[in-house]
């Protein structure tokens, strides 16, 4: 149908069938048409038509996408027309603050947009387009409806400055997003700081579905200003969470008030989980301040207040009963040692008390393993940052890690195992095969294992010993394959998985010969596994202990193999009486047999024979390979 002869009726039916329409023909040509409405002359009578006549919230909706891809084009609209257009979705959305929340939005966005593009087009000498922040107090000061417009308004604008249009020049979104960052986005904290401030000052109605929203209205748009790119560091989307956020000079004074971290505590415990959750996500950033912001006695005063904050929350846990508020929160703990030297944390006067609690936390985080298990990352983190840092501490005051880590590493060990017999008999995903996050834990695991490494080698060869008994047992038994078998197999795997982690974290600058002997208690257990194993093929046979033996290997290989280590190592005093492997010549011998068996019985397993080649492939390139 020719666009000029579009009626409202046909409008609106365009919108069904783009929005909610099943026919996929009939949305090709809705989406067709809305692209010959964009170009067409009518277009913004067309969207006022929709706006002011529309009887769906779809009609809205197209309306405000039409709206925002003609302001987004590259060769702009005039200042007038684009004034004009941001005046009447200002005093639209005033006027009808009831609208769908997806229509504010998309309305919103596009008041986001045309600020953005026109932030240095100036007219009678003045910067028109910045006008738009003064605006949005007038909707501040209005009814609670038109608050959490100016509020969406003011969150909108933030994201739209920070978000870098890969289709515009990159020097000219930092120049933008620069002048903002110096020019507004400092009140704009203040102004939200101070609506949350007034807001918990008066008593919390949390059943009012207004109020509530507004809150977290106001909890995005801090968190938006929080996560601000302050110095153009994220423009690579593909890069980690920034750890330390660059938080200008000119924001000391707000991070110094002892009250600002109070106020988001409080918000923490008094709101709902869907809102304690944000306002735990503003703590996580505040936590992430670059050191540089303070001078050292108010680096030590405000770190003061986070751990009061910490103590504060584990003393008092309910909330953390939710999984977004104890994602956040594990999160929190991490930045925490990210940010600040253990030397400086034990320095604060709760830190033994906290240091217990964070343990007793971590503790049952990890004994309760299917719960939330994405946030263990963030507390191994924690651990194993803290324990690689306590070779450079000079503080006086104890650490209490070689009281702690050990307990985190059984409590790791002790739940994994323990996961086993769970996840065979009601059929749950196995934690093993997700082997991304199997790997990333244990080498967060590698370091603090080593803390006090007598306990953990002491708990590790107890269990494996007792797990290889009972499978050998079952091996003899004439049951066949079981569920028992199944759940020992599991245990196993586990096992020599965390044999090849804690003997893949040696240090040569900690290591001492004591700590090589007991890598090879360790490490005699394995080989003897790996006997036993390949002595039963092909009829016994279980992908997951084969998997973790060659995660052991590749461990040991990186430890103990290799012109530039020790051939004198303690590691092998006891693998020679056991197993006649005298050094690492000999090691190498049982890696090319493991190696050569593999590829003779595991032909049809790709995982365990990608793994074996990559193995081998390590090997060629780390070692002379006329030596293999």
């Not at 009814?143 to 509020?151: L, P, Q, R, T």
């Amino acid at each position: 149908m020719a666009l000029h002869f579009q009626s409202l009726a046909e409008l609106e039916a365009l919108c069904t069938h783009l929005y909610i329409g099943t026919d996929l023909t009939q949305r090709i040509e809705a989406e067709k048409a809305l692209l010959e409405l964009i170009d067409s002359p009518e277009c913004l009578s067309k969207c006022q038509l929709l706006l002011e006549q529309g009887t769906t919230s779809y009609a809205q909706l197209l309306a405000a996408t039409c709206l925002s891809k003609l302001v987004s084009r590259v060769s702009p609209l005039p200042v007038e027309q684009r004034i004009d257009i941001r005046n009447y979705i200002l005093n639209y959305v005033a006027s009808q603050p009831k609208l769908a929340p997806f229509v504010i939005q998309a309305l919103i966005q596009v008041i986001a947009k045309i600020t953005k593009s026109g932030w240095f087009e100036v007219q009678k000498d003045r910067f028109v387009f910045r006008e738009i922040i003064a605006d949005v107090k007038t909707f501040l000061q209005g009814a609670m409806e038109h608050c959490i417009i100016g509020v969406i308004i003011l969150s909108e604008l933030t994201q739209e400055m920070n978000l870098v249009d890969y289709s515009r020049p990159s020097a000219k979104h930092r120049k933008i997003a620069t002048s903002f960052r110096d020019t507004s986005l400092k009140d704009i904290l203040v102004l939200a700081c101070s609506l949350l401030k007034e807001i918990f000052g008066k008593p919390l109605n949390l059943q009012d579905q207004d109020q509530q929203n507004l809150v977290m209205q106001v909890l995005k748009l801090v968190l938006n200003c929080l996560n601000f790119d302050f110095i153009g560091s994220s423009a690579d989307e593909s890069a980690d969470d920034p750890c330390t956020i660059q938080i200008p000079t000119t924001w000391r004074t707000i991070f110094l008030e002892p009250e600002t971290l109070d106020l988001f505590f409080n918000l923490y415990h008094s709101l709902p989980p869907l809102l304690s959750q944000l306002a735990l996500s503003c703590l996580v950033q505040f936590a992430s301040t670059r050191r540089s912001l303070f001078s050292s006695p108010e680096r030590a005063k405000y770190l003061g207040n986070l751990i009061k904050g910490v103590k504060r929350i584990l003393e008092n846990p309910q909330g953390l009963s939710d999984p977004g508020n104890y994602h956040e929160f594990c999160r929190f703990l991490a930045r925490l040692k990210t940010n600040y030297q253990l030397g400086e944390l034990v320095m604060v006067k709760e830190y033994p008390e906290v240091i217990r609690l964070i343990a007793n936390f971590t503790i049952t985080s990890l004994q309760h393993w299917e719960f939330a298990p994405n946030s263990v990352h963030y507390l191994l983190t924690l651990w194993q940052r803290m324990v690689a840092s306590v070779p450079f501490v000079k503080s006086t005051e104890p650490h209490l890690l070689d009281t702690y880590a050990p307990e985190i590493t059984k409590a790791f060990i002790t739940s994994r195992l323990e996961s086993v017999a769970v996840v065979v008999r009601d059929n749950l995903d196995d934690p093993l095969d997700d082997t991304t996050t199997v790997f990333q834990q244990l080498e967060q695991l590698c370091t603090v294992s080593r803390c006090e490494y007598e306990k953990t080698c002491t708990l590790l060869v107890q269990l494996f010993d007792q797990n290889a008994q009972n499978y050998q047992k079952l091996l003899r038994s004439t049951s066949g394959i079981t569920v028992d078998m199944a759940v020992q197999e599991g245990r196993l795997a586990w096992l020599v998985y965390l044999v090849g982690t804690v003997v893949g974290g040696r240090l040569t600058y900690t290591s001492t010969d004591e700590h090589d002997a007991m890598d090879g208690e360790l490490s005699c257990r394995v080989f003897q596994l790996i006997s036993l194993m390949d002595t039963g093929l092909p009829q016994c046979s279980n992908e997951k202990i084969e998997l973790a033996i060659l995660w052991f290997l590749d461990q040991f290989r990186k430890t103990y193999v290799g012109d530039q280590l020790q051939r004198t190592s303690k590691v092998y005093a006891r693998m020679s009486e056991v197993l006649g492997i005298t050094d690492d010549n000999h090691v190498l011998e049982t890696f090319m047999t493991k190696i050569v068996t593999n590829l003779k019985y595991w032909g049809r397993c790709e995982p365990v024979i990608s793994r074996t080649l990559q193995f081998l492939n390590d090997l060629s390139v780390g070692y002379p390979f006329y030596y293999i």
